[in-house]
Every structure is written in structure tokens, then in C-alpha cells.
């Protein structure tokens, strides 16, 4: 295979876009900080669901509530924080 730089007239944008879009794909992170944001979101993910089978116990209260209430209210809000981080850093 010979590779060749392409002049100005060989140069096709079109399908440079399409060459691109099929090398990147969207779904896995790009960067970084997209990595740890990602990562952030799924652990908080699976300590709100499978997470909450350890973490089920009424005792002890904690503000007043029960311990699965502050569990919750506690992974929900890192899941809220990491959201919104990650939409003001990496979408903007």
C-alpha cells in the first residue's frame, strides 16, 4: 500500500465528516475526565439498586431517619451532582 498526501483538488470534506463519525463513536467517553464522570455515575448507579440489599436496615437513624432513606438520599444526590457536573464541563 502506498500512502500519498492528498493535494487541495484530491481533498474530499464529505467524506473526511464520514470517515470520522465511523472511527468516533459516541457512546464511550472520549476523555478523560468523561472516564471518571462515567464511572462516578455507574457505581452511584448500581449502589442505589443492588447496593441497597447490603444497606437495607432500619437502624441506625441517622437526622432522624432510617438508615436506607439516608443510603438513598445520599447516592441519588452524588448520581444528581456528577450529572450536572459532567453537562457544565464536557456539553458546553
Known amino acids: ?16 465528516v464520514e470517515r470520522l463519525i465511523k472511527k468516533h463513536t459516541y457512546i464511550m467517553p472520549r476523555t478523560k475526565l468523561g472516564w471518571v464522570l462515567s464511572s462516578i455515575i455507574i457505581v452511584s448507579f448500581l449502589m442505589v439498586y443492588p447496593g441497597l440489599m447490603w444497606a437495607n436496615t432500619a437502624y441506625p437513624f441517622i437526622l432522624g431517619m432510617p438508615f436506607t432513606y439516608v443510603w438513598l438520599t445520599f447516592w441519588v444526590h452524588v448520581i444528581m451532582a456528577a450529572g450536572i457536573y459532567a453537562a457544565k464541563k464536557l456539553w458546553i
Not at 500500500?1 to 473526511?16: L, N, S
Open 1 to 16: 500500500m502506498e500512502t500519498r498526501i492528498k493535494t487541495d483538488e484530491e481533498y474530499d470534506e464529505k467524506a473526511e
